[in-house]
């Protein structure tokens, strides 16, 4: 019991030094409140429905910050986002007995582009960006497509959170200027 009331200002002084210490979550925008209209991405890709997963992912990547707003109108919206799916490849990275792939990268290439339509100031233009991932060949075919499908999804997510968090760093920074 005595320790319990030895650790409370402990705990106490430690909370207030993580307060002081000027940490700034990324994930936290609380600029003006914003809508951001996000294209359908143009797909070039043989991989269907790309498009849609990485428009998901995006969404939900948004709805973590509660000052933008993902709208599905041009029209009245402060943001565009908009991008193009370039190329996917799948070139094998090592090989096993009898030279059968053993593992798998996925090598994803985008480009995309962040516009403030009120201004008309591009905030983030990409022009080409490659993702990798690695994935292991499975036993059977469905097994390998179900890894080749899980090892897309993290580029997917990686991409969507890398454009989200540097669009509330650009708006933080645009905010306090």
Not at 59 to 73: A, H, L, M, N
Not at 138 to 149: L, T
Request: glycine share 6%; aromatic share 8%; charged share 25%.
């Amino acid at each position: 019991m005595k320790t319990g009331k030895r650790l409370i200002p402990f705990i106490f002084l430690v909370c207030l030094i993580l307060a002081s210490c000027g940490y700034h979550n990324p994930y936290v925008y609380s600029g003006p409140d914003r809508d951001l209209y996000i294209t359908t991405w143009h797909n070039r890709t043989n991989e269907l429905l790309l498009d849609a997963k990485i428009y998901q992912s995006l969404v939900r990547w948004y709805q973590k910050s509660g000052s933008i707003k993902v709208t599905k109108e041009k029209e009245g919206a402060h943001l565009i986002l908009a991008g193009e799916i370039i190329s996917i490849d799948l070139p094998s990275l090592s090989y096993g007995v009898g030279d059968a792939a053993t593992e798998v990268k996925i090598l994803l290439t985008v480009r995309y582009i962040l516009k403030d339509i009120t201004s008309g100031k591009v905030l983030m233009e990409v022009g080409q960006e490659t993702w990798t991932e690695p994935y292991k060949v499975g036993a059977s075919s469905s097994q390998s497509s179900d890894n080749e499908k899980k090892a897309l999804e993290v580029i997917v997510d990686d991409l969507s959170e890398k454009i989200y968090i540097k669009t509330l760093d650009l708006l933080s920074k645009d905010s306090v200027q």
